[in-house]
């Protein structure tokens, strides 16, 4: 009992230091979506590049570890505006299957790039030694890292709804979503908001690359192979909502957690099963308004 | 914009739509060397005809047609492999009927819904493909693939040989069984209806046309004309590997068809070509260039050139239309 009991906490403790990485990765996602409906596939090659930047810095030049966090976000946000400004506003305008096709072509290129600068191995990611150990709570031991992880994401997140229902920015990013046409009519200039929130949401997708870096592996197929779980996400949770992100981030990270830790000659089989009858069930996500 | 086939245009068949033909016949008997890598190129224009019949034409985004394929593929593979059934004709038959039995059900579903949720459903349901494939070792091979694929003579006659020659001439022959039928149906009233659907899918509702049924129908023949495609890969490698399935060979085949052109027939038949021919070129030397190459082409399609090469023959043609 006891031990069945130790491994329901486990699981769960694992489940949600996954689930708060995919939330932080993909809000993001949800929100340029909602914002913009821009279908951003190539969303999982800003965190990857978070991720390493962070193991870049901290191998090549020491920098301890919160700063390479800092840096990571910093460095993958302004890469976004760039990116923003040069290529993903020409395509606003047009069809949904251009700007999966353009995402498609980022990731192939964010692909083979990141081949070509680190090769094909995983990069280890050299944490400090504070978060090696382990952390005892309530008479149980829990990996030090995950708790910094979970710390650090709920700073994020609570930081980031504060921002979104509490400011004027995050009134006006509401407003934009809600009724494009009716924010810029009111004096929004709707394309600085864009570019900023798709530099937030990049930045935060490059922190949670890098937060995450020992949980989901830094390499070069990082974009494709998990974009599904990136998407599914969004999809679940619903278009341009903080908070349906939020509860699938935490759902899938702990079933999934769960399936491989009880099933794991199942594979991913039963999150994507689950998705196909959510979707079914609820085709505009959990939160999701109806379109 | 202006297509080069479609409803209202002449469904004659016109001298330059032979000329495909013609090059594959003189292919076959000028490059006796290249005859695998043409079966190759062969069964990859059936599957990028099929995905141009929902994505060209009727406008459906999917990111996980290779389920289709993969179906296909394994299909015919575990039946010839594991049950004895060695028909090729027999065999694509039973491959196109799955695949188009997966494609009815899981179009009944998909098409009911639109944008992201469709393409995340398109993307699960290839995923979930990949994952039965993956983990049950003992009836696809997993990860190892599926090999020992035996396949009797085509109608008892002719034995798929060492060099390939009658590998590529059953996918030719079966290449132009399936463009006949897609060729058949864009021209007709049928093919008007998804173009219809495609450009403006409010107004082909207050119209009256059964939208749904139209999508779906189009779904599961392309959903059969993939896994027909599928079992013409297996029958042809006589192997079955798992990169026939999930998401990167969805996005691959979708790159090929970008590159020839979306929604005009025979983009589908240039784009494998290309892509095929470079990549056994290039893949093999220079595989990161590769992939880099891939996705900038691809960037420069969607921002420069939407029609891909014959959208770009068409502009050169009309230009100099002007001249003469």
Known sequence: ?291 | MTRAVGYGADPRIRFAEWLPWLAAVAAFFLLPDYLPLGARILTYILFALSLDLILGYAGIITLGHSAFFGLGAYVAGILAAKLGVTDPLLLLAAAAGAAGALGIATGAVILRTHGLTQLMLTLAIAAVCLEIAHKATSVTGGADGLSGVAIAPIFGAFKFDLYGKTAYLWCLALLFAGWWVTRKMIYSPFGATLCGIRENIVRMHAIGVPVYRRLLTAYAVSAMLAGLAGALLAETNQFVGLNVLGFEPSGELMVMLILGGVGRLYGAFVGPLVYLIAQDFLAKQFPEYWYFGIGLMLVLVVLFARGGILGIADAIVARARRYV
């Open chain 1, 1 to 291: 009992m006891d031990v069945f009991l130790s491994s329901l906490v486990s699981v769960a403790f694992h489940g949600i230091a996954y689930g708060m990485i995919l939330y932080v990765i993909s809000v993001g996602l949800s929100v340029t979506m909602g914002l913009m409906g821009f279908v951003n596939l190539a969303h999982g090659a800003f965190a990857m590049a978070g991720g390493y930047v962070l193991t870049s810095v901290i191998s090549r030049f020491g920098l301890p570890f919160p700063l390479a966090l800092a840096l990571a976000f910093i460095v993958v946000a302004a890469a976004s505006v760039l990116l923003e400004r040069w290529f993903y506003s020409r395509l606003y305008d047009a069809g949904e299957l251009e700007q999966v096709l353009f995402t498609i072509g980022l990731i192939f290129m964010a692909v083979a790039a990141a081949q070509v600068a680190f090769g094909m191995l995983q990069r280890p990611v050299l944490l400090p030694p504070y978060l090696k150990g382990q952390i005892s709570v309530l008479g149980r031991d829990f990996p030090a890292y995950r708790v910094f992880l979970i710390a650090v994401s709920s700073a994020m997140i609570a930081a980031l709804w504060f921002g979104v229902e509490r400011t004027l920015w995050g009134a006006m990013v509401r407003a934009a979503v809600d009724n494009r046409a009716m924010a810029q009519s009111i004096g929004i200039n709707t394309r600085r908001l864009f570019t900023l929130t798709f530099a937030l949401g990049s930045g935060l997708a490059g922190l949670g690359g890098a937060l995450g870096a020992e949980i989901i592996a830094i390499q070069p197929t990082y974009p494709f192979e998990h974009l599904p779980y990136f998407l599914i996400v969004v999809a679940v949770g619903g278009l341009g909502s903080l908070r349906g992100p939020f509860a699938a981030a935490l759902l899938i990270g702990v079933s999934d957690t769960a399936c491989k830790y009880w099933l794991p000659q199942f594979g991913a089989f039963f999150i994507y099963v689950a998705t196909i009858f959510l979707l079914l069930w609820r085709p505009a996500g959990l939160f999701g308004r109806r379109v």
